[in-house]
């Protein structure tokens, strides 16, 4: 059982309130190299008993195994937490992902991940990347369906731009969209953000520590391990490594000031720009997700806010979010 009660913030108009740090589990899929699924098990337990209260997988994080591990570390606990997956991105052959919004994948991909979950509803259904093939209103037509069925408590978007945003929301309210945010790629989040809030949505920042690069501690690019997916990030780089961590360095001054370390400053600045945001770091490790709770226990003021605002401008980050090719997906 959950021993700790921490800062919540609410879903959108969905009355759905969750931690305002919850836990990302993309990682217990070997998508940073390897993973153990009894340290995940223990990662997830760990959460719940620190009070972390939202959980979010999808159906392709090791293309069913993540869910299917979240599933058994759940198991007797589920009225603790709020329980987030995804559905949309399907596997191409020899090629990259393809991604699927026809109102049958819908469906279809919402009873795989309720079975492999082995949960009766989703707390909370996002649509993991737009299909441009399909139109908004047929996808999220169809995720209505799943609400009105009882399978899915709430809907959300992930990575879509913000006329996108209003044209779904039109045909049932959006709880939340996800987006990565953090103190390195903030300007798309930030236009998307004029849009929640316009229409009351939560947004959920995937990644707020940069794929580990605001912790400050990564390994060179000779370095990083087969089957690290950071090896592709072009923000890993060689030619922008180097310029990266210096960004790192400007804002590791004013965590030694506040006694905290580099990524507790991150998570607290990027919670500190709304109660409407909600980060999901992800970690292998109990270690790093004390860490990185730890972040709820630090108090910036506004202009702490700002002075860690102009130590990393926006845009002074080299390297795009994901690898050019994978970037035609985003903010459809």
Not at 95 to 115: F, Q, T
């Amino acid at each position: 059982m959950a021993t700790t009660r921490l800062e919540t913030r609410r879903l959108g108009a969905s009355r759905i309130d969750v931690s305002a740090i919850g836990l990302g589990c993309m990682s217990f899929s070997g998508v940073y190299g390897p993973s153990d699924d009894g340290a995940a098990l223990a990662v997830v337990h760990a959460a719940l008993d620190r009070g972390v209260t939202l959980l979010d997988t999808a159906d392709m994080y090791g293309w069913g195994h993540n869910e299917t591990v979240v599933g058994r570390a759940i198991a007797g606990r589920r009225h603790e937490f709020v329980l987030a997956t995804k559905f949309g991105q399907v596997q191409g052959e020899g090629g990259a992902n393809k991604v699927d919004g026809r109102p049958e994948h819908v469906m279809r991909a919402c009873a795989a991940s309720l079975e492999r979950l082995k949960v009766d509803v989703i707390d909370l259904y996002y649509q993991h990347r737009v299909d441009p093939a399909v139109p908004i209103e047929e996808t999220v037509g169809a995720m209505a369906r799943l609400v009105e069925q009882g399978k899915v408590r709430a809907i959300g978007l992930s990575e879509a731009a913000p006329a996108t945003i209003r044209r779904a929301h039109k045909v049932h309210e959006i709880a939340a969209v996800q987006s990565e945010y953090s103190l390195l790629y903030r300007a798309e989040a930030e236009d998307t953000l004029r849009t929640t809030r316009e229409l009351g949505i939560a947004f959920v920042a995937y990644s707020p520590l940069g794929r580990g690069l605001l912790t400050g501690q990564v390994p060179a690019p000779s370095e990083i391990k087969p089957g690290d997916t950071r090896g592709r990030h072009p923000r890993f780089a060689q030619e922008n490594l180097a310029r990266n961590l210096d960004l790192v360095h400007r804002i590791a001054a004013i965590a030694r000031e506040k006694g905290c370390t580099v990524g507790q400053l991150a998570l607290a600045w990027l919670l500190g720009q709304g109660t409407d945001i909600i980060a999901i770091p992800g970690t292998k490790r109990v270690d790093r997700l004390d860490e990185n709770l730890g972040a709820l226990a630090l108090h910036l003021t506004p202009s702490d806010l700002t002075r860690i605002a102009e130590a990393v401008p926006p845009g002074a980050v080299a390297g795009t979010r994901y690898p050019e090719p994978l970037m035609k997906a985003l903010q459809l």
